[in-house]
Protein backbone atom coordinates (compact mmCIF):
# COMPACT_ATOMS: atom_id res chain seq x y z
CA UNK A 1 0.00 0.00 0.00
CA UNK A 2 2.71 2.42 1.06
CA UNK A 3 4.48 1.82 -2.24
CA UNK A 4 1.26 1.86 -4.76
CA UNK A 5 0.46 5.54 -2.45
CA UNK A 6 4.33 6.89 -3.40
CA UNK A 7 3.74 5.86 -6.80
CA UNK A 8 0.59 7.93 -6.85
CA UNK A 9 2.53 11.11 -5.26
CA UNK A 10 4.85 10.90 -8.09
CA UNK A 11 2.25 11.83 -10.41
CA UNK A 12 0.41 14.32 -8.37
CA UNK A 13 -2.47 11.93 -6.90
CA UNK A 14 -1.62 10.79 -3.63
CA UNK A 15 -4.98 9.26 -2.27
CA UNK A 16 -5.91 6.84 0.15
CA UNK A 17 -9.20 6.00 -1.80
CA UNK A 18 -7.03 5.90 -5.21
CA UNK A 19 -4.04 3.19 -3.47
CA UNK A 20 -6.83 0.66 -2.74
CA UNK A 21 -8.69 1.09 -5.80
CA UNK A 22 -5.31 0.21 -7.46
CA UNK A 23 -4.40 -2.66 -4.57
CA UNK A 24 -7.92 -4.07 -5.27
CA UNK A 25 -6.56 -4.99 -9.17
CA UNK A 26 -3.06 -5.59 -8.28
CA UNK A 27 -4.33 -8.52 -6.02
CA UNK A 28 -7.90 -9.61 -8.20
CA UNK A 29 -5.19 -9.86 -11.09
CA UNK A 30 -2.67 -12.25 -9.33
CA UNK A 31 -5.93 -14.33 -7.96
CA UNK A 32 -6.92 -14.52 -12.01
CA UNK A 33 -5.71 -18.36 -12.11
CA UNK A 34 -7.77 -19.08 -8.83
CA UNK A 35 -10.82 -16.96 -10.21
CA UNK A 36 -11.01 -18.66 -13.49
CA UNK A 37 -10.62 -22.19 -11.99
CA UNK A 38 -13.53 -20.97 -9.13
CA UNK A 39 -15.76 -19.84 -12.29
CA UNK A 40 -15.00 -22.93 -14.51
CA UNK A 41 -16.36 -24.96 -11.58
CA UNK A 42 -19.37 -22.99 -11.44
CA UNK A 43 -19.88 -23.14 -14.87
CA UNK A 44 -19.19 -27.25 -15.64
CA UNK A 45 -21.49 -27.74 -12.43
CA UNK A 46 -24.72 -27.64 -14.30
CA UNK A 47 -23.38 -29.77 -17.19
CA UNK A 48 -21.82 -32.51 -14.46
CA UNK A 49 -24.96 -31.94 -12.82
CA UNK A 50 -26.78 -34.76 -14.18
CA UNK A 51 -24.09 -37.22 -13.24
CA UNK A 52 -23.49 -36.42 -9.88
CA UNK A 53 -27.24 -36.42 -9.12
CA UNK A 54 -27.29 -40.17 -10.91
CA UNK A 55 -24.63 -41.13 -8.60
CA UNK A 56 -26.74 -39.75 -5.86
CA UNK A 57 -29.16 -41.47 -6.64
CA UNK A 58 -27.64 -45.07 -7.38
CA UNK A 59 -26.39 -45.07 -4.07
CA UNK A 60 -29.52 -43.21 -2.02
CA UNK A 61 -30.39 -45.08 1.17
CA UNK A 62 -26.85 -46.64 1.13
CA UNK A 63 -24.90 -45.24 4.45
CA UNK A 64 -22.26 -48.33 4.97
CA UNK A 65 -19.04 -47.45 4.81
CA UNK A 66 -17.80 -49.17 1.59
CA UNK A 67 -20.83 -47.74 -0.54
CA UNK A 68 -20.03 -43.94 0.80
CA UNK A 69 -16.52 -44.66 -0.03
CA UNK A 70 -17.64 -45.68 -3.36
CA UNK A 71 -20.29 -42.78 -4.06
CA UNK A 72 -17.35 -40.38 -3.14
CA UNK A 73 -14.73 -41.85 -5.37
CA UNK A 74 -17.01 -42.21 -8.28
CA UNK A 75 -18.08 -38.01 -7.71
CA UNK A 76 -14.35 -37.13 -7.81
CA UNK A 77 -13.59 -39.55 -10.94
CA UNK A 78 -16.68 -37.09 -12.44
CA UNK A 79 -14.61 -33.92 -11.09
CA UNK A 80 -11.48 -35.45 -12.64
CA UNK A 81 -13.47 -35.91 -16.19
CA UNK A 82 -14.72 -32.49 -16.25
CA UNK A 83 -10.97 -31.16 -14.92
CA UNK A 84 -12.30 -29.46 -11.71
CA UNK A 85 -12.29 -29.80 -8.28
CA UNK A 86 -14.80 -28.73 -5.81
CA UNK A 87 -12.49 -27.66 -2.94
CA UNK A 88 -10.12 -25.57 -5.16
CA UNK A 89 -13.23 -23.05 -5.51
CA UNK A 90 -13.04 -22.32 -1.85
CA UNK A 91 -9.36 -21.47 -1.74
CA UNK A 92 -9.90 -17.88 -3.51
CA UNK A 93 -12.17 -17.19 -0.45
CA UNK A 94 -9.56 -18.42 2.27
CA UNK A 95 -7.29 -16.26 0.55
CA UNK A 96 -9.19 -13.13 0.35
CA UNK A 97 -9.70 -13.27 4.05
CA UNK A 98 -6.48 -12.74 5.56
CA UNK A 99 -6.02 -9.38 3.06
CA UNK A 100 -9.38 -8.52 3.99
CA UNK A 101 -8.22 -8.60 7.92
CA UNK A 102 -4.75 -7.13 6.96
CA UNK A 103 -6.56 -4.05 5.02
CA UNK A 104 -8.52 -3.40 7.83
CA UNK A 105 -5.57 -2.83 10.01
CA UNK A 106 -4.31 -0.60 7.49
CA UNK A 107 -7.20 1.41 6.87
CA UNK A 108 -7.73 1.81 10.77
CA UNK A 109 -4.52 2.89 11.36
CA UNK A 110 -2.91 4.37 7.76
CA UNK A 111 -0.22 6.90 9.59
CA UNK A 112 1.74 3.70 10.65
CA UNK A 113 1.65 1.98 7.49
CA UNK A 114 1.59 5.29 4.68
CA UNK A 115 5.03 7.09 5.85
CA UNK A 116 4.09 10.41 3.96
CA UNK A 117 0.65 10.24 5.82
CA UNK A 118 2.42 9.77 9.08
CA UNK A 119 4.82 13.19 8.08
CA UNK A 120 1.65 15.04 7.64
CA UNK A 121 0.93 15.69 11.45
CA UNK A 122 4.24 17.11 11.38
CA UNK A 123 5.49 19.41 12.74
CA UNK A 124 2.60 19.97 14.61
CA UNK A 125 2.78 16.73 16.67
CA UNK A 126 5.96 18.32 17.29
CA UNK A 127 4.88 21.22 18.54
CA UNK A 128 1.70 20.49 20.20
CA UNK A 129 3.76 17.78 22.75
CA UNK A 130 6.04 21.26 24.12
CA UNK A 131 2.59 22.66 25.14
CA UNK A 132 1.34 22.33 28.49
CA UNK A 133 -1.24 20.29 28.93
CA UNK A 134 -1.31 18.75 25.58
CA UNK A 135 -1.41 15.14 27.01
CA UNK A 136 -4.14 15.64 29.40
CA UNK A 137 -6.58 17.89 26.57
CA UNK A 138 -6.04 14.86 24.14
CA UNK A 139 -6.67 11.90 26.69
CA UNK A 140 -9.88 13.75 27.34
CA UNK A 141 -11.22 13.91 23.91
CA UNK A 142 -13.51 10.69 22.51
CA UNK A 143 -10.95 10.15 19.70
CA UNK A 144 -8.66 8.87 22.73
CA UNK A 145 -11.03 6.62 24.18
CA UNK A 146 -9.59 3.20 22.76
CA UNK A 147 -5.86 4.57 23.50
CA UNK A 148 -5.83 4.89 26.97
CA UNK A 149 -3.41 2.54 27.63
CA UNK A 150 -1.19 3.87 25.48
CA UNK A 151 -1.24 6.87 27.69
CA UNK A 152 -0.51 4.88 30.88
CA UNK A 153 1.62 2.73 29.42
CA UNK A 154 5.55 3.20 30.88
CA UNK A 155 7.13 4.21 27.35
CA UNK A 156 4.56 6.90 26.78
CA UNK A 157 5.56 8.03 30.90
CA UNK A 158 9.58 7.57 30.40
CA UNK A 159 9.26 8.95 26.60
CA UNK A 160 11.00 5.86 25.51
CA UNK A 161 11.90 6.22 21.62
CA UNK A 162 8.40 7.27 19.45
CA UNK A 163 5.68 6.64 21.71
CA UNK A 164 4.57 10.07 22.61
CA UNK A 165 4.68 11.31 18.89
CA UNK A 166 2.84 8.17 17.89
CA UNK A 167 0.35 8.12 20.43
CA UNK A 168 -0.58 12.19 19.64
CA UNK A 169 -0.41 10.61 15.99
CA UNK A 170 -3.16 7.74 16.78
CA UNK A 171 -5.37 9.97 18.47
CA UNK A 172 -4.98 12.86 15.89
CA UNK A 173 -6.34 10.18 13.21
CA UNK A 174 -9.47 9.53 14.75
CA UNK A 175 -10.14 13.32 14.82
CA UNK A 176 -13.39 14.78 13.57
CA UNK A 177 -13.98 17.88 11.93
CA UNK A 178 -15.59 19.33 15.64
CA UNK A 179 -12.66 18.15 17.13
CA UNK A 180 -9.88 19.50 14.82
CA UNK A 181 -11.58 23.20 15.42
CA UNK A 182 -11.33 22.29 19.32
CA UNK A 183 -7.99 21.77 19.18
CA UNK A 184 -7.07 25.14 17.55
CA UNK A 185 -9.34 26.89 20.01
CA UNK A 186 -7.74 25.30 22.81
CA UNK A 187 -3.79 25.41 21.65
CA UNK A 188 -3.52 29.02 19.38
CA UNK A 189 -0.16 28.87 19.22
CA UNK A 190 -0.06 25.65 16.89
CA UNK A 191 -4.12 26.69 15.16
CA UNK A 192 -1.85 27.07 12.42
CA UNK A 193 -0.17 23.52 12.05
CA UNK A 194 -3.68 22.21 12.40
CA UNK A 195 -4.96 23.83 9.57
CA UNK A 196 -2.04 22.78 6.95
CA UNK A 197 -2.44 19.58 8.52
CA UNK A 198 -6.21 19.48 7.89
CA UNK A 199 -5.15 19.91 4.50
CA UNK A 200 -2.63 17.42 3.68
CA UNK A 201 -4.51 14.50 5.59
CA UNK A 202 -8.20 16.12 3.96
CA UNK A 203 -6.19 15.66 0.01
CA UNK A 204 -4.77 12.32 1.04
CA UNK A 205 -7.84 10.72 3.14
CA UNK A 206 -10.68 12.01 1.30
CA UNK A 207 -12.54 10.21 -1.25
CA UNK A 208 -15.65 10.77 -3.01
CA UNK A 209 -16.52 12.98 0.17
CA UNK A 210 -15.67 10.65 2.46
CA UNK A 211 -12.82 10.23 4.87
CA UNK A 212 -11.10 6.79 4.28
CA UNK A 213 -10.75 6.10 7.80
CA UNK A 214 -14.78 6.71 9.15
CA UNK A 215 -17.39 4.40 8.61
CA UNK A 216 -19.90 5.96 6.52
CA UNK A 217 -22.25 5.41 9.78
CA UNK A 218 -20.16 7.94 11.59
CA UNK A 219 -20.10 10.25 8.47
CA UNK A 220 -24.24 9.67 8.64
CA UNK A 221 -24.45 10.67 11.87
CA UNK A 222 -22.10 13.93 11.43
CA UNK A 223 -23.97 15.13 8.64
CA UNK A 224 -27.63 14.23 9.93
CA UNK A 225 -26.35 16.46 13.07
CA UNK A 226 -25.46 19.38 10.83
CA UNK A 227 -28.14 19.33 8.13
CA UNK A 228 -25.91 18.34 5.64
CA UNK A 229 -28.02 16.59 2.66
CA UNK A 230 -24.62 16.35 0.60
CA UNK A 231 -23.08 14.94 3.59
CA UNK A 232 -25.75 12.49 4.20
CA UNK A 233 -25.67 11.25 0.58
CA UNK A 234 -21.97 10.68 0.50
CA UNK A 235 -22.77 8.45 3.42
CA UNK A 236 -24.51 6.24 1.81
CA UNK A 237 -22.79 6.10 -1.72
CA UNK A 238 -20.35 3.29 -0.80
CA UNK A 239 -22.74 0.71 1.12
CA UNK A 240 -25.62 1.39 -2.16
CA UNK A 241 -22.66 0.77 -4.47
CA UNK A 242 -21.42 -1.93 -2.29
CA UNK A 243 -25.16 -4.18 -2.37
CA UNK A 244 -25.67 -2.92 -6.20
CA UNK A 245 -21.98 -4.71 -7.51
CA UNK A 246 -23.18 -7.47 -5.12
CA UNK A 247 -26.20 -8.13 -6.96
CA UNK A 248 -24.49 -7.52 -10.32
CA UNK A 249 -22.10 -10.50 -9.06
CA UNK A 250 -24.86 -12.97 -8.41
CA UNK A 251 -26.33 -12.24 -11.93
CA UNK A 252 -23.61 -13.28 -13.27
CA UNK A 253 -22.96 -16.44 -11.57
CA UNK A 254 -23.33 -19.74 -13.45
CA UNK A 255 -27.72 -19.85 -12.29
CA UNK A 256 -28.11 -23.96 -11.40
CA UNK A 257 -30.16 -25.85 -13.60
CA UNK A 258 -33.60 -27.16 -12.60
CA UNK A 259 -32.70 -30.38 -10.76
CA UNK A 260 -30.08 -28.50 -8.66
CA UNK A 261 -32.87 -26.00 -7.39
CA UNK A 262 -34.86 -29.06 -6.00
CA UNK A 263 -31.76 -29.68 -4.18
CA UNK A 264 -32.22 -28.27 -0.55
CA UNK A 265 -28.45 -27.07 -0.25
CA UNK A 266 -28.64 -25.11 -3.89
CA UNK A 267 -32.14 -23.74 -2.64
CA UNK A 268 -29.87 -22.34 0.40
CA UNK A 269 -27.56 -21.30 -1.39
CA UNK A 270 -29.75 -19.27 -3.59
CA UNK A 271 -31.11 -18.04 -0.70
CA UNK A 272 -27.31 -16.83 0.22
CA UNK A 273 -26.63 -15.39 -2.93
CA UNK A 274 -29.33 -12.60 -2.62
CA UNK A 275 -28.65 -11.98 1.05
CA UNK A 276 -25.45 -10.96 0.34
CA UNK A 277 -25.99 -7.64 -1.07
CA UNK A 278 -27.75 -6.70 1.64
CA UNK A 279 -25.03 -8.26 4.41
CA UNK A 280 -22.69 -6.26 2.21
CA UNK A 281 -23.84 -3.17 2.40
CA UNK A 282 -24.49 -3.67 6.12
CA UNK A 283 -20.78 -4.13 6.57
CA UNK A 284 -19.78 -1.19 4.07
CA UNK A 285 -21.96 1.46 6.23
CA UNK A 286 -20.66 0.26 9.88
CA UNK A 287 -16.47 -0.28 8.78
CA UNK A 288 -14.57 1.86 7.77
CA UNK A 289 -15.25 3.56 4.15
CA UNK A 290 -11.36 1.89 2.75
CA UNK A 291 -12.68 -1.43 3.67
CA UNK A 292 -16.07 -0.44 1.81
CA UNK A 293 -13.96 0.84 -1.09
CA UNK A 294 -12.09 -2.37 -1.27
CA UNK A 295 -15.56 -4.16 -1.62
CA UNK A 296 -16.41 -2.37 -4.30
CA UNK A 297 -14.08 -2.04 -6.39
CA UNK A 298 -13.06 -6.23 -5.98
CA UNK A 299 -16.94 -6.29 -6.75
CA UNK A 300 -16.49 -4.67 -10.20
CA UNK A 301 -13.36 -6.18 -11.42
CA UNK A 302 -14.85 -9.83 -10.55
CA UNK A 303 -17.40 -8.74 -12.51
CA UNK A 304 -15.24 -8.12 -15.50
CA UNK A 305 -13.58 -11.09 -15.26
CA UNK A 306 -16.96 -12.80 -14.67
CA UNK A 307 -17.88 -11.71 -17.99
CA UNK A 308 -14.82 -12.94 -19.95
CA UNK A 309 -14.74 -16.13 -18.44
CA UNK A 310 -18.22 -16.75 -19.09
CA UNK A 311 -17.97 -15.78 -22.75
CA UNK A 312 -14.20 -17.96 -22.83
CA UNK A 313 -16.09 -21.18 -21.42
CA UNK A 314 -19.54 -20.68 -23.52
CA UNK A 315 -17.60 -20.35 -26.49
CA UNK A 316 -15.66 -23.75 -25.49
CA UNK A 317 -15.91 -27.01 -27.62
CA UNK A 318 -16.98 -29.22 -24.40
CA UNK A 319 -15.99 -32.58 -26.91
CA UNK A 320 -12.68 -30.87 -27.41
CA UNK A 321 -11.89 -29.94 -23.89
CA UNK A 322 -12.93 -33.11 -21.95
CA UNK A 323 -10.59 -35.62 -24.43
CA UNK A 324 -8.35 -33.02 -23.92
CA UNK A 325 -8.44 -33.31 -20.15
CA UNK A 326 -8.61 -37.17 -20.32
CA UNK A 327 -5.26 -36.59 -22.14
CA UNK A 328 -4.12 -34.66 -19.32
CA UNK A 329 -5.22 -37.70 -16.91
CA UNK A 330 -3.46 -40.09 -18.82
CA UNK A 331 -0.51 -38.50 -18.83
CA UNK A 332 -0.97 -37.92 -15.11
CA UNK A 333 -1.19 -41.52 -14.54
CA UNK A 334 1.43 -42.79 -16.58
CA UNK A 335 3.76 -40.16 -14.50
CA UNK A 336 2.53 -41.90 -11.41
CA UNK A 337 2.78 -45.69 -12.09
CA UNK A 338 -0.77 -45.86 -12.02
CA UNK A 339 -0.39 -45.79 -8.39
CA UNK A 340 -3.99 -46.29 -6.74
CA UNK A 341 -5.84 -43.10 -4.99
CA UNK A 342 -5.70 -42.88 -1.58
CA UNK A 343 -9.93 -43.22 -1.97
CA UNK A 344 -9.12 -46.34 -4.22
CA UNK A 345 -7.01 -47.98 -1.56
CA UNK A 346 -9.60 -47.63 1.14
CA UNK A 347 -12.04 -48.91 -0.74
CA UNK A 348 -10.15 -51.59 -1.92
CA UNK A 349 -8.65 -52.21 1.43
CA UNK A 350 -12.49 -52.21 3.27
CA UNK A 351 -13.41 -55.04 0.28
CA UNK A 352 -10.37 -56.95 1.20
CA UNK A 353 -11.94 -57.17 4.83
CA UNK A 354 -15.45 -57.94 3.73
CA UNK A 355 -16.22 -61.64 4.83
CA UNK A 356 -17.12 -62.63 1.66
CA UNK A 357 -13.71 -63.72 0.41
CA UNK A 358 -13.86 -67.00 -1.25
CA UNK A 359 -11.31 -69.65 -1.23
CA UNK A 360 -9.87 -71.73 -4.73
CA UNK A 361 -10.46 -75.73 -5.32
CA UNK A 362 -9.14 -75.27 -8.62
CA UNK A 363 -7.46 -73.30 -11.45
CA UNK A 364 -11.83 -71.71 -12.25
CA UNK A 365 -13.34 -73.56 -9.39
CA UNK A 366 -14.31 -71.10 -6.54
CA UNK A 367 -16.66 -71.51 -3.54
CA UNK A 368 -17.85 -68.86 -0.77
CA UNK A 369 -16.86 -69.97 2.59
CA UNK A 370 -19.93 -70.75 4.59
CA UNK A 371 -21.23 -69.53 7.85
CA UNK A 372 -20.46 -72.80 9.52
CA UNK A 373 -16.86 -72.96 8.15
CA UNK A 374 -16.30 -69.66 9.37
CA UNK A 375 -17.40 -70.38 13.02
CA UNK A 376 -15.48 -73.18 13.21
CA UNK A 377 -12.38 -71.44 12.03
CA UNK A 378 -13.66 -68.78 14.67
CA UNK A 379 -13.55 -71.31 17.63
CA UNK A 380 -10.17 -73.09 16.70
CA UNK A 381 -8.47 -69.82 17.15
CA UNK A 382 -10.02 -68.35 20.00
CA UNK A 383 -9.09 -72.08 21.64
CA UNK A 384 -5.48 -71.38 21.00
CA UNK A 385 -5.90 -68.36 22.38
CA UNK A 386 -7.31 -69.37 25.89
CA UNK A 387 -4.83 -72.16 25.88
CA UNK A 388 -1.93 -69.96 24.53
CA UNK A 389 1.24 -68.85 26.21
CA UNK A 390 0.03 -65.08 25.93
CA UNK A 391 -1.19 -63.56 29.05
CA UNK A 392 -5.23 -62.72 28.15
CA UNK A 393 -6.24 -59.43 26.95
CA UNK A 394 -2.81 -58.60 25.64
CA UNK A 395 -2.12 -57.42 22.61
CA UNK A 396 0.05 -60.76 21.98
CA UNK A 397 -2.33 -62.64 22.27
CA UNK A 398 -4.99 -60.94 20.30
CA UNK A 399 -2.40 -60.85 17.54
CA UNK A 400 -2.03 -64.82 17.98
CA UNK A 401 -5.46 -64.95 17.60
CA UNK A 402 -5.19 -63.57 14.59
CA UNK A 403 -2.14 -65.41 13.38
CA UNK A 404 -3.96 -68.76 14.45
CA UNK A 405 -7.52 -67.71 12.07
CA UNK A 406 -5.12 -67.07 9.19
CA UNK A 407 -3.44 -70.60 9.71
CA UNK A 408 -6.62 -71.81 10.03
CA UNK A 409 -7.94 -70.39 6.15
CA UNK A 410 -4.37 -71.73 5.18
CA UNK A 411 -4.88 -75.36 6.07
CA UNK A 412 -8.20 -75.03 4.41
CA UNK A 413 -6.95 -73.75 0.75
CA UNK A 414 -4.14 -77.14 0.97
Avoid at 22 to 41: D, E, S
Avoid at 206 to 222: D, K
Wanted: with cysteine; aromatic share 8%.
Amino acid sequence: MNGIFILLNSIGLPNIGLAIIIFTIVIYMCMLPLTIKQQRFSKLSNIMSPEIQAIQKKYKGKNDQESMQRMNEETQAVYRKYGVSATGSCLQLLIQMPILFALYRVIYNIPAYVTQVKDAFFPLVTNLINQAGASEYLQSTTAAAQFKSSFASENFINNVGNTVSNTFIDVLNRFSTADWSALSEQFPAVSGDVANTVSQLTRYNNFLGLNIGNSPFFTFREALAAGSVIGIIAAIVVPALAAVTQLINVALMPQPTRDDQENAMASSMKTMNYMMPIMSAWFCFTLPAGLGLYWVAGAVVRSVQQVLINKHINNMDMDAYLAKTAEKQKIAAEKGGDKPSLMQKLVNSSAAQTPSSSVGTGASAKTRVSDSEKQKKLEQAQNIYKNGKYKEGSLASKANMVDAFNNAKKNDKK
